[in-house]
């Protein structure tokens, strides 16, 4: 049997990581496990904010429609964990 793969939140991608961090100060603030995961893409490192641990596509969507009522934040997206 093939290993399910997890969902996350997406919360925002940044150049910057201090953006990235103050984001990820409000989430834990408001009681997310949020984390910062940092890649190269062209050369360039990207900091994206995330909410992992979602078993499903379904339960992610749930909680980030929640997120979107509770705070400034939109235009969150979910995805399966690479």
């Known amino acids: 049997a093939e290993l399910q793969k997890g ?3 997406n919360l925002g991608t940044f150049p910057n990581k201090d953006a990235a961090r103050k984001l990820l100060a409000q989430l ?3 009681g997310h ?3 910062i995961e940092s890649n190269n893409v062209n050369k ?3 900091h994206s904010v995330t909410v992992p641990g979602f ?4 339960a ?3 909680a980030a429609k929640q997120l979107m009522e509770k705070t ?4 969150l997206w979910v995805g ?3």
């Open 55 to 58: 078993q499903n596509q379904e």
């Open 60 to 62: 992610a969507e749930v």
């Open 44 to 46: 360039a490192a990207i």
């Open 33 to 35: 496990r949020a984390q």
């Open 72 to 75: 400034s934040l939109n235009g």
């Open 28 to 30: 834990q603030a408001l």
């Open 80 to 82: 399966q964990d690479a």
């Open 7 to 9: 969902w996350h939140i």
